[in-house]
């Protein structure tokens, strides 16, 4: 089992930034050999996709909604992945997840084993 552990999150206007950060710890945990994602729900919404990057060299997908706003990255010295965020729209709003995966699918909610407790980012219009 993998503790992640979500920060950064906030109330911004239309256009701002924001930058989650997400702390991995674990007894016999290796940082870099687990992919790290994170996901989003609205209220009322399914958990949704947001951005991966994979173990080791990291390889980074994006969901089509965020790709050239959001930057997802790792510190592997630091156990820490963090995910950039500009340019941020309302529909952006949601509590944003965490998670850590050892292969599968990286889209996939059901391809990750270990979920943070979210951290809430709120963008008004």
């Known amino acids: 089992q993998v503790q992640l552990v979500e920060s950064g999150g906030g109330l911004v206007q239309a256009g701002g930034s924001l930058r989650l950060s997400c702390a991995a710890s674990?007894?016999?945990?290796?940082?870099?050999?687990?992919?790290m994602g994170w996901f989003r729900q609205a209220p009322g919404k399914e958990r949704e996709f947001v951005a991966n990057?994979?173990?080791?060299?990291?390889?980074?997908y994006y969901a089509n909604s965020v790709k050239g706003r959001f930057t997802i990255s790792r510190d592997n010295a630091k156990n820490t992945v963090y995910l950039q965020m500009n340019s941020l729209k309302p529909e952006d709003t949601a509590v944003y997840f965490c998670?850590?995966?050892?292969?599968?699918?990286?889209?996939?909610?059901?391809?990750?084993?270990?979920w943070g407790q979210g951290t809430q980012v709120t963008v008004s219009s």
């Open positions: 990057i994979n173990e080791g060299v990291g390889s980074t």
């Open positions: 674990g007894r016999t945990f290796t940082f870099s050999t687990y992919a």
């Open positions: 998670a850590a995966r050892r292969g599968g699918i990286y889209y996939s909610a059901r391809s990750y084993a270990s």
